[in-house]
């Protein structure tokens, strides 16, 4: 039986094992969600600024690191959930800079959206449904966190902790965002 997805319940002693594997997965598919977040960031600053772009995803201390263009590249598996593009910010028009944030939690979005029409859409394999229901978590929790208006979780890099691309965007639009 190919499609025993439809037929599994998940909430079950049957489902309990493919619930496991979703929740490893969430946790591995956390950095992947984290990094086309960040391109969404990214792919905005590339277009609408003329100044290096810096990429990071995970710890920058165990990180992958390259430069191709003007872009610099740092990428870790490690703390997925830490994510970074930065880009020249004083010299461009409060526009292009709203612009380049939004793209980042739209990146997300698209994701999630995505993924979600495959899903609900496709009569899939167990095995591929619940990898791809983690896909969809991941960016679904990348776009929450990052669309909600808050100061997020301290790290290195932002001991007060960095605000969410929500609080950025709302700071664009009432006029209190720090140039």
Known sequence: MLYIGNSINYLSLEGLPWIIFAWIGLVFFRSLATLIHELGHLLGAFFLTIEEIILRVGQSSKSWKRKTGRVYWE???????????????????????????????????????????????????????????????????????????????PTQSFPDGPPSDGLELMRIVFGKHKQ
């Open 75 to 153: 990428l870790s598996l490690l703390s997925g959930r830490e994510g970074f593009t930065g880009y020249e910010k004083d010299n461009i028009s409060k526009l292009r800079l709203f612009i380049i944030i939004a793209l980042g939690p739209l990146g997300s979005l698209l994701m999630s959206l995505i993924s979600a029409w495959i899903i609900f859409s496709t009569p899939l394999p167990t095995w591929v449904e619940v990898p791809l229901v983690s896909w969809f978590c991941a960016n679904s929790l990348a776009f929450f966190r990052s669309i909600l208006p808050f100061k997020l979780k």
